[in-house]
């Protein structure tokens, strides 16, 4: 009678230890962006990139974080006048830059557009001298930014791998 007790009593706490042990790694796992993440990406990006006045005013204020924050970074985009984000030569790479991330934010749930731009863009990137860090870097401003622009709140558990996916193809 006491080893039957025993054995269930031992068998509860294994499934106990086992649920518990799968919540914890939920909760505390690595992130990934999945089929449901790159859809609230998709979803509030489209939010917050709707119409040209609020596209330009919204990478503005992303380019002058970034500044901001990374002032030695002013130098690498000199070619395009970063000492006046208001020129037409840094508003024209502004532009730029946000329509490519336009570009890989949808097509994050299409495999094969997602990995041939992504490959553009490294190319791209690799000539400039972006590293990962630096793409870490003005993802930073972007999820700083970005909450003024988006209607709800930023859904930071979805972004944060999404962005990384993007920033890690940058630096591949």
Not at 127 to 144: C, D, Q
Request: with cysteine; glycine share 8%.
């Amino acid at each position: 009678m006491y080893f039957s007790y025993f054995t269930a009593a031992a068998s509860y706490l294994s499934v106990a230890v086992l649920v518990l042990s799968c919540l914890v790694q939920g909760i505390l796992g690595e992130e990934v962006c999945g089929p449901l993440e790159k859809i609230k990406v998709q979803h509030q990006w489209a939010s917050a990139y709707r119409g040209d006045h609020d596209r330009l005013k919204m990478s503005t204020l992303v380019w002058k974080d970034f500044f901001a924050h990374n002032p030695e970074e002013r130098a690498r985009f000199e070619r395009v006048h970063s000492d006046d984000i208001y020129s037409g030569d840094f508003r024209a790479h502004m532009v730029r830059v946000f329509a490519g991330f336009d570009l890989l934010i949808g097509a994050l749930n299409q495999e094969d557009i997602f990995r041939s731009a992504m490959i553009h863009y490294t190319k791209m990137h690799k000539k400039l001298g972006v590293t990962y860090e630096i793409g870490i870097e003005f993802g930073k401003s972007i999820g700083r930014v970005l909450p003024e622009f988006i209607d709800g709140k930023l859904d930071i558990t979805a972004w944060r791998p999404c962005y990384k996916l993007i920033a890690t193809g940058v630096d591949e």
